[in-house]
C-alpha cells in the first residue's frame, strides 16, 4: 500500500523557516515525480514545487520562488520542502503527493497524496 507522510509543520513567525518532509512507504519515490501542494482555508488546493525523479529539475509556484526549496533523497525515501521567510500568506495545510507520469503543476497530475500538515505563520 503507498502511503505518504507529511512532519514538520508547525507555528513559525513572519520571516521565520521550517523544512517540511514527505516520507513515503510501499512504494520507492525514485520512479515517481514529486509534488507539493497547499491549501487555506476557504481556497482551492495550490501548486507550490514538484521535483523530477533524478531531482535535477525543480518547479516551483509563483508565490513561493526565491523562498521555497524542494529537494529528494531517494535513498531515504523522502522528500523536502526547506521554506525560508515566511509571510502570513503561506499559512495552510501543506501535502505532498506523487506522480508517475509526468511533471504536472495540476492535482489531476499526482496519484497519490498524503494527509496533509498545518503551517500557521504569524504576523
Known amino acids: 500500500q503507498v502511503q505518504l507522510v507529511e512532519s514538520g509543520g508547525g507555528l513559525v513567525q513572519a520571516g521565520g523557516s521550517l523544512r517540511l518532509s514527505c516520507a513515503a512507504s510501499?512504494?520507492?519515490?525514485?520512479?515517481?515525480?514529486m509534488g507539493w501542494f497547499r491549501q487555506a482555508p476557504g481556497k482551492e488546493r495550490e501548486f507550490v514545487a514538484a521535483?523530477?525523479?533524478?531531482?535535477?529539475?525543480?518547479y516551483y509556484g509563483d508565490s513561493v520562488k526565491g523562498r521555497f526549496t524542494v529537494s529528494r533523497d531517494n535513498a531515504k525515501n523522502t522528500v523536502y520542502l526547506q521554506m525560508n521567510s515566511l509571510k502570513p500568506e503561506d499559512t495552510a495545510v501543506y501535502y505532498c503527493?506523487?506522480?508517475?507520469?509526468?511533471?504536472?503543476?495540476?492535482?489531476?497530475?499526482?496519484?497519490?497524496w498524503g494527509q496533509g500538515t498545518q503551517v500557521t505563520v504569524s504576523s
Open positions: 510501499g512504494y520507492t519515490i525514485s520512479s515517481y515525480v
Open positions: 521535483i523530477t525523479r533524478s531531482g535535477s529539475s525543480l
Open positions: 503527493a506523487a506522480a508517475l507520469f509526468r511533471t504536472g503543476t495540476l492535482e489531476r497530475d499526482y496519484s497519490y
